[in-house]
């Protein structure tokens, strides 16, 4: 099993930056993906980033490409979310995933996809 805790939200005026974070326990193998979903009231859930804990590749959904980075501190067990040119759009509850089972590449529709290993979510608001 794997444990993930986000912290990090809050709120943040359009066109700023906020940095949220996650830190992963337990079987956190080398091989694990790690992901950042976001969900609003009403609508599904759907990945925003992704990164392999190994290779350190990366991967982003269109709506955030050039405005948000995923990275992480392997030693530490952490995968960060540094978002600038927020948007009230990007207003939402973000949530950290990981998935053990994708090997070297993740589903091309791994933004649709229901990693196995979730935290409780943070909450972002965008708002002036």
């Known amino acids: 099993n794997v444990q993930l805790v986000e912290s990090g939200g809050g709120s943040v005026q359009p066109g700023g930056s906020l940095r949220i974070s996650c830190v992963a326990s337990?079987?956190?193998?080398?091989?694990?993906?790690m992901a950042w979903f976001r969900q609003v009231p009403g609508k599904e859930r759907e990945g925003v980033a992704l990164?392999?804990?190994?290779?350190?590749?990366?991967a982003y959904a269109d709506s955030v490409k050039g405005r948000f980075i995923i990275s992480q501190d392997y030693a530490k067990k952490t995968v960060y979310l540094r978002m600038t040119s927020v948007k009230p759009e990007d207003t939402a509850m973000y949530f950290c995933?990981?998935?053990?089972?994708?090997?070297?590449?993740?589903?091309?529709?791994?933004?649709?996809?229901?990693?196995?290993?979730w935290g409780q979510g943070t909450q972002v608001t965008v708002s002036s």
């Open positions: 990164i392999h804990r190994g290779a350190g590749q990366v």
């Open positions: 995933a990981a998935e053990p089972s994708w090997g070297a590449r993740p589903p091309s529709d791994w933004a649709t996809t229901r990693p196995t290993y």
């Open positions: 337990g079987d956190v193998g080398h091989n694990l993906w």
